[in-house]
């Protein structure tokens, strides 16, 4: 099983270029997620999907915009880069349909502003 | 606001021994917990959960424990082993679909 697959595993761009970070999960997962992680710190909530056709803001939705494209496919939007989105963006699923449940995570995508 | 924090940034302990990583929660809302542990170059994986309604909860080793009247929440790692360093992070969702994370706590196992 894949699980939760997240490409591209590295980009580096540079300020005022936009880019999409895909992800998809094969779990048959109804709610997705995107965060972010900065050096010494925890995971903050970009966007999430509760499921598929819904989008809803995390903590820190600004300079981002998401797309849930069908129950497995939820990608992430850098309209113009900022150095201040270098950072290390997972993707997550979790199947809320069952209430609280743990998420799964991707292994990350590096992307470096500069 | 909301916030999950540690107490120990690093925790250095003998392979073999106990670990022990505590973690403090400030919305007491919070209806369910979750520690997870990222590897480096790694995204985090689920270790153990527990809901509001139990203190105490185990796993294969490991054990976590919530206390609600003080907020603090516990993974407790019985024999560490040198595969078990890493960072851990607790997680505590409060209704709806968002997860708070704590800064993480990175455990380095001596040999």
């Known amino acids: 099983n894949a699980g939760v697959t997240q490409t591209p595993k590295f980009q580096v761009l540079k300020t005022g270029q936009s880019m999409t970070l895909q992800c998809a999960q094969d779990m048959n997962h109804n709610s997705m997620y995107w965060y972010r992680q900065d050096p010494g710190m925890g995971l903050r909530l970009i966007y999430y999907s509760a499921s598929e056709g819904t989008t809803d803001k995390g903590e820190v939705p600004n300079g981002y915009n998401v797309s849930r494209l069908n129950k497995r496919e939820f990608s992430l939007r850098l309209e113009s880069a900022a150095p201040s989105q270098t950072s290390v963006y997972f993707c997550?699923?979790?199947?809320?349909?069952?209430?609280?449940?743990?998420?799964?995570f991707g292994q990350g995508t590096r992307l470096t502003v500069v | 606001g909301e916030s999950v924090g540690l107490h120990l940034p690093t925790l250095s302990v003998q392979e073999g021994d106990n670990s022990i990583i505590n973690c403090a929660y400030s919305?007491?809302?919070?209806?369910?917990f979750i520690w997870y542990k990222q590897e480096s170059g790694k995204g985090p994986q689920f270790i153990i959960d527990i809901r509001s309604n139990m203190d105490k909860r185990q796993g294969q080793r490991v054990t976590v424990l919530l206390n609600k009247t003080v907020k603090h929440l516990s993974l407790q790692i019985a024999a560490t082993q040198p595969g078990d360093s890493a960072v851990y992070f607790c997680a505590q969702r409060a209704g709806g679909f968002k997860t708070i994370f704590g800064a993480g706590t990175r455990l380095f196992v001596k040999a």
């Open positions: 919305n007491s809302a919070s209806d369910y």
């Open positions: 997550a699923s979790s199947d809320s349909s069952r209430g609280n449940t743990e998420a799964f």
